[in-house]
């Protein structure tokens, strides 16, 4: 049973008197980055909407949507991950939006396809790369140059990674589906289970701290748990980072995969000119910045320059990522996840 906290955050505007409505809309979010608070209640201080926010995992809110049906409070819905997004779609638990500045501000591939009536479902709103972690006493950066690489035999014993069936693993082998096709994938898989320091446990950032113990030589792992040890405050977390390098894969192929977080309006939205306003806000770009700035997430919207040394550190400021329709995890995550079971990946 997931946990779900409701917090409500102040409204800064005051009705006068009782003789306006007050004007607010409700949240439903898997976005667990403390630093969002301020995003939101900049939100609320220019428009005078009020924030109502309900925090869950991923799939806490599509069983709480489920369950509601339509007398569900929700207009927002903010997850952190693609193949979710196309799965809440896919269960219709979205209404479909026409918003030119969303359309505008949103790459094509970083959002769900358009339905017949040109509405869309879901908006990607930030990114965030898969990048391959390795010991830098032991591997160089041309040893796994690629994903494929992870595969290789010179990396037996050596591989670290959170569960298979986490939704950052089933979105990276969703794209990998997408480019090399299922066969090559399984071998592909089949090579990563071979390749195991040890069975799956724990999230990105224990496998990233497991590299720089020394208990495994390549992991992989999202970016910005990577740039949240690169700029901690605790200096045995920046040890960490002095210990292992990054590559950010494919860059001479299809590109290093990158997930997003991403928005959509509730199916039974009460609110809907509130619920897309706030999901133009996020396409905005100060909201834009702030996931940059905040969170250490690459932008999604076009045209927007952010400053965070982490991300420009550890990428080089330029890379390479890949540019399918990112709805593609979605449709390839029951072949991902009948792949895993076949090759025993944990
Ligand atoms: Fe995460």
């Avoid at 990048?131 to 796994?144: H, N």
Wanted: proline share 4%; charged share 20%; net charge positive.
């Amino acid at each position: 049973m997931t946990l779900i906290r409701t917090v409500l955050i102040a409204s800064l505007t005051a009705c006068t008197a009782g003789l306006t409505q007050a004007q607010e809309v409700n949240i439903y979010s898997a976005r667990h980055y403390p630093t969002d608070e301020a995003l939101y209640a900049d939100f609320t201080q220019s428009t005078g909407i009020k924030i109502n926010r309900v925090d869950a995992d991923d799939a806490g809110i599509l069983a709480r949507l489920k369950a509601e049906g339509a007398a569900s409070p929700a207009d927002v819905i903010l997850l952190v991950d693609a193949a979710r997004l196309w799965r809440a779609e896919e269960n219709g638990l979205f209404l479909p939006i026409q918003s030119a500045m969303l359309n505008k501000a949103i790459p094509e591939h970083l959002r769900a396809q358009p339905d017949a009536s040109g509405g869309t479902a879901w908006f990607g709103l930030s990114t965030r790369a898969r990048v391959i972690v390795y010991d830098k006493l032991k591997f160089k950066a041309t040893d796994l140059a690629n994903y494929e690489n992870l595969a290789d035999p010179k990396f037996k014993g050596q591989l670290c990674t959170r569960s298979g069936a986490h939704p950052y693993n089933l979105s990276l082998f969703g794209a990998m589906t997408e480019h090399m096709g299922e066969a090559k994938t399984e071998q592909w898989l089949k090579g990563l289970v071979d390749n195991m320091a040890r069975s799956p446990k724990g999230g990105d950032t224990d496998q990233i701290k497991a590299v720089a113990a020394g208990e495994c030589g390549v992991a992989i792992s999202n970016s910005y748990y990577l740039a949240r040890l690169m700029r901690s405050s605790n200096p045995a977390d920046r040890a960490v980072t002095e210990k292992i390098a990054v590559v950010f894969p494919n860059q001479n192929s299809w590109g290093t995969h990158m997930n997003i977080a991403g928005g959509a309006v509730a199916r039974h939205s009460k609110n809907r000119d509130n619920a897309i306003k706030f999901l133009e806000y996020l396409a905005s770009p100060n909201a834009q910045n702030h996931f940059a700035n905040g969170n250490n997430e690459w932008p999604a919207a076009k045209g927007v320059t952010f400053d965070n040394a982490a991300l420009k550190a550890m990428s080089g400021g330029r890379f390479k990522s890949e540019l399918i329709p990112i709805s593609a995890v979605g449709k390839n995550q029951i072949k991902v996840q009948q792949m895993l079971d076949r090759v025993g990946y944990k």
